[in-house]
């Protein structure tokens, strides 16, 4: 009888614990509250598909955006698409193929933008993954870090001519708050020395906000900001890659207590339209609010040795950008 007792009063208290928290996170949640409207404007989502992406696109879409949803499977990039459209009633949304885990595929796609589109005023790098595991893809990189570090490099490097062309723009990075926890070792940014799921993780997530940093000061004076951001702890699908036992738990978990999509994409969709932040570059946000940095992510010298590594790993000619 005491034991059952005591059970019942440690699972009431697990369950008083979860609704602060979620109470607590819904308070605190940063809400965009622009009301800019975007007609004659421009703008790409990667990883629109699903998540903070898709969320992130349909807000530009209500605005009256021009919306290119980069995705990798085109299937259900089609079925976002035509969801987005009718939730917006904007017909200018369209998905295009890019799959961030070939350079080629970057190239083809940033190529196929530069000649349909005259202009180009939001790029946001949305698209990310957890739990990909060791291997290398056909351009020898680690895949995770290539997924979320260098193909979206590689994309916007080769964007920023158009990008500026059409200044005033806007750069948005998302990165993470586990970037504070990243062991960074430039030596090891493509695991030439050791392998560690997590810290790929982190890691590429560091280094989103090292090259948002370096390119904003690359485009200082041209109408190009560059920021990068943490979304929260949101419940997407970005760990569907994960062991299924631990993925379900984990998704569960997270819905109960963090973030939906739509909260999740605030601060993304904050850095790309709201006039707080005009002319502002070269921050981290979380909440719609800047936020402190790990020490690294303010390294001026490590991103710019990051930057450089980076532009070898992936083959980017001097041509290929505008800088």
Known sequence: MLCSLLSFHALWAVVVLIVAVKLYNTMTAGICRSQKQLNGKTAIVTGANTGIGKETALDLARRGAK???????????????DEIIARSNNSKVEVRHLDLSSLASVRKFAKDIISTETHLEILVNNAGAGGLG?????DGLQIGMQVNHFSPFLLTCLLVGLLKKSAPSRIVMVSSLVHKYAKFDLDNLNSEKWFNDIQVYNCSKLANILVANELSRKLSGTGVTVNSLHPGVVGTDIMRRMPRFIYYIAKFMISLIFKNPEQGAQTSIYLA????VEGVSGKYFSDCKEATVAKDALD??????LWEKSEVLVGLKAEEMDL
Request: proline residues 0%.
């Open 273 to 276: 339209v709201s006039e707080d």
């Open 300 to 305: 001026v010298g490590l991103a710019k040795k």
């Open 67 to 81: 919306v290119i949803l980069a995705c990798r499977d085109l299937k259900n990039g089609k079925i976002a698409c």
């Open 134 to 138: 060791e291997k290398r893809t056909a």
